[in-house]
């Protein structure tokens, strides 16, 4: 059995950059509560740290995925545990590996397509066992690797 978790760390950084946007728009949305005139870049900045914070918070909630790999199955758990979808390996149409070289160091991220439309996406930076997952595929899986990435 393979498991695939999110790092803390990096949902950490994200949930301290949460709280200092949510901190920000709930102190300038009393500030502007509180004035007697406001100025219309308050208005603007207000909007513009919300509208961020709630971006950002799609995005953790829609990243989270914890992915095992068991018994010729994979279990995708998302949205910290409340949906999850069981994908079966017979079913496997193609997966890839993209590597990009960056300042510091190899980012790369695994994708991998089933035949129902259903695919699954992690990454070596957000993700535990990011290598474990990808030698399994590599050794079982080889000949549904995607033919476009092959070098």
Not at 60 to 66: A, E, F, Q, V, W
Request: avoid cysteine; glycine fraction near 4%.
């Amino acid at each position: 059995m393979i498991v695939a978790k999110p790092k803390i760390n990096t949902f950490f950084a994200i949930g301290v950059f949460l709280i200092l946007s949510y901190g920000s728009a709930i102190y300038l949305l009393t500030d502007i509560l509180a004035a007697s005139e406001v100025s219309i870049w308050m208005y603007g900045l207000f909007g513009f740290v919300l509208i961020i914070a709630f971006v950002v918070t799609i995005k953790m909630i829609g990243s989270y995925k914890k992915v095992i790999i068991d018994k010729n199955r994979v279990d995708v758990f998302s949205f910290f545990g409340l949906v999850k979808n069981r994908l079966y390996l017979k079913d496997m149409e193609v997966w890839r590996e993209e590597r990009v070289k960056t300042a510091n160091g190899m980012f790369k991220q695994f994708e991998v397509s089933f035949a129902n439309k259903k695919s699954f996406r992690i990454a070596n930076q957000e993700h535990d066992n990011y290598e474990k997952v990808a030698s399994y595929f590599r050794k079982h899986y080889k000949k549904n690797e995607s033919k476009l990435d092959r070098k």
